[in-house]
């Protein structure tokens, strides 16, 4: 069993910072992948980022290169999402999940489907 819990979302003016912090319990936290996904009022969720258990290796969305990152420490059990240069189109609830069966990334990490723990998300909100 595996425990999410994010942290750091609220209200930002476009061009400014949030930091997401999605803390885990449970199961072995460093080996397994990690990403956050993105669900804005009445759209389907989206990927933003990925990392693998070791945090050596990320994946994006292009709508977010070179404005987020996604970082971790295994050591307090934790991920991070630096978002800069936020525009209102990031506005969404941001979610942390877990795929404890994958340490790796690979052309399936983009998909919500095959995560299976998942954090109850933070509202970013960025006006313009």
């Known amino acids: 069993q595996v425990q999410l819990a994010e942290s750091g979302g609220g209200l930002v003016q476009a061009g400014g910072s949030l930091r997401l912090s999605c803390a885990g319990s449970g199961r072995t936290f460093s080996s397994y992948a990690m990403a956050w996904f993105r669900q804005a009022a009445g759209k389907e969720r989206e990927f933003v980022a990925a990392?693998?258990?070791?945090?050596?290796?990320?994946y994006y969305v292009d709508s977010v290169k070179g404005r987020f990152t996604i970082s971790r420490d295994n050591a307090k059990n934790a991920v991070y999402l630096q978002m800069n240069s936020l525009k209102p189109e990031d506005t969404a609830v941001y979610y942390c999940a877990a795929r404890t069966n994958q340490p790796y990334l690979d052309s399936t990490s983009y998909y919500s489907y095959e995560y299976d723990y998942w954090g109850q998300g933070t509202q970013v909100t960025v006006s313009s």
């Open positions: 990392i693998n258990f070791s945090g050596a290796r990320t």
